[in-house]
């Protein structure tokens, strides 16, 4: 793999064994600066592996990852946020206590601590939380507070890990807003999460690993591009007509169905040789259409079909 300057993470040829095992077999990835990279995976294929090695907690076996053109070391650590999985918070500390320790961890001073828990306070609304001990909050109340001490300090490189779970759908929103205010300011973000619907609404790009080896990556709309089936979808003002009706002999209708708004829909698939231009007209000539457009592939989809093809 060809890395170019704008890559502000660069894995190349990584390999991690544990004991006989090799959970990460020549991995490289590239991740540009400002952008959020995606990481993907079904359980025990190694992204909590390649996680902690770009968040310096271990380091490869073999192979090099750089941040900033750089060798990855210890003494990247005040540049790196990390927001694991499964969550480090001390039970028996008050909230502004806790932001306060973590913040010190990384190199602010007591006055600088104070500032930025009050600012991150204050825009999440937890004020009237700060003396509440931590065993006292809901899940969802804890993951805010995960999330601001991953963010206080202001790093470069965000690593997030599942970074919705125990959110409403009001507090996840927040959350999402504030990721790609992160990214829009100029930080570089990875984003491991099983929720493929989150990896197409924020990523710019992502990677598929399986069993320790990367199975894919590229830019989202690169790869949906790439497993695009010549599908289309139609959709008619009148959802009593049958299939036979829009009289379009020689495609292959797959499926037909009433939509959400209790319109017709009918999906086709087109060989080689037809055009799309030809479906819509053939259609156009005998029934009312609203809506003409290609069935892209969902991240879901290529991830499901990707897993499965390797095992």
Known sequence: MTFVNMSFIQVENVYKYFEDKCVSN???LEIPEGEIFGLLGPNGAGK???IRMLATITTPDKGKISLNNEPLNS????MIGYMPEERGLYKKMTVVDQLLFFAELKGYTRTQAKQEVKYWMNKLDIVSWADKKMEELSKGMAQKIQFISTILHKPKFLILD????????????????????LKN???TILFSTHRMDNIEELCDQLAIVHNGEKILDGKINDIRQQFFNHEYIIEFTDNEMNAEDTKINGFNIIQTKLNSFNRKEITVKLNENQTPQELYRSVGNSASIIGFREKMPTIHQIFVNQVTSKN
């Open 75 to 78: 003494n990247h650590s005040s």
């Open 26 to 28: 020549n991995i490289s």
């Open 185 to 187: 300011e100029g930080t």
């Open 48 to 50: 909590t592996t390649l």
């Open 162 to 181: 599942e970074p919705f779970s125990g959110f409403d759908p009001v507090n996840a929103d927040m959350v999402k807003d504030l990721i790609i205010s």
